[in-house]
């Protein structure tokens, strides 16, 4: 597979699980093979080489392992639907530790400096659409997972996403 742009991010196995006909609906990420995760730094570099590789690793060697639990839906404008994980502080230091060791990679190409953490399950949809979606994901609440991980996900030419490395944490 071709090397095209890349993302760091922690999957979410169990919303695929619970909502993820949601995802398919109503988030065309997903039906371009993007599992359920939260966005750790987008976009990244591309290809990943050994010492990018080896600065990722150590980010993890410094984390330890966590439980994650997305209790509640939550919306930004445009209308994103999405859910928020918990503990938040621990995924916004994820994130901004992240962003600070590769500041050639700002977070979403420097549009959201300081971006939320959070799992996307819709959008572009219409405020009424994004209403019925929130109240459909609540009674799927709460997801939780065990995070042991960062994932690197690779497009190819087509536009399809897999999975490329992962990296352990602690």
Same mark, same amino acid.
């Given at each position: 597979?071709?090397?095209?742009?890349?993302?760091?991010?922690?999957?979410?196995?169990?919303?695929?699980?619970?909502?993820?006909?949601?995802?398919?609906?109503?988030?065309?990420?997903?039906?371009?093979?993007?599992?359920?995760?939260?966005?750790?730094?987008?976009?990244?570099?591309?290809?990943?080489?050994?010492?990018?590789?080896?600065?990722?690793?150590?980010?993890?060697?410094?984390?330890?392992?966590?439980?994650?639990? @997305?209790? #509640?839906?939550?919306?930004?404008?445009?209308?994103?639907?999405? =859910? %928020? &994980?918990?503990?938040?502080? /621990?995924?916004?230091?994820?994130?901004?530790?992240?962003?600070?060791?590769?500041?050639?990679?700002?977070?979403?190409?420097?549009?959201?400096?300081?971006?939320?953490?959070?799992?996307?399950?819709?959008? @572009?949809? #219409?405020?009424?659409?994004?209403?019925?979606?929130?109240?459909? =994901? %609540? &009674?799927?609440?709460?997801? /939780?997972?065990?995070?042991?991980?960062?994932?690197?996900?690779?497009?190819?030419?087509?536009?399809?996403?897999?999975?490329?490395?992962?990296?352990?944490?602690?």
């Amino acid at each position: 597979m071709p090397a095209g742009r890349t993302a760091l991010v922690v999957l979410v196995p169990e919303a695929d699980v619970a909502i993820g006909d949601h995802r398919l609906r109503h988030d065309a990420s997903a039906a371009r093979g993007v599992p359920a995760h939260v966005t750790v730094l987008f976009p990244f570099r591309s290809p990943v080489d050994a010492p990018t590789s080896e600065q990722v690793a150590g980010i993890c060697r410094d984390m330890a392992p966590f439980e994650a639990r @997305f209790e #509640s839906v939550g919306r930004f404008p445009g209308d994103v639907v999405w =859910l %928020a &994980p918990e503990p938040a502080e /621990t995924f916004g230091a994820l994130l901004a530790v992240t962003a600070d060791r590769f500041p050639d990679c700002p977070p979403y190409e420097g549009t959201i400096p300081h971006p939320i953490p959070h799992l996307t399950v819709g959008e @572009f949809m #219409s405020i009424a659409d994004a209403d019925d979606l929130s109240a459909a =994901l %609540a &009674p799927a609440l709460p997801i /939780t997972t065990f995070v042991s991980e960062l994932t690197l996900l690779v497009e190819d030419d087509a536009g399809r996403w897999a999975t490329g490395h992962r990296w352990p944490l602690g």
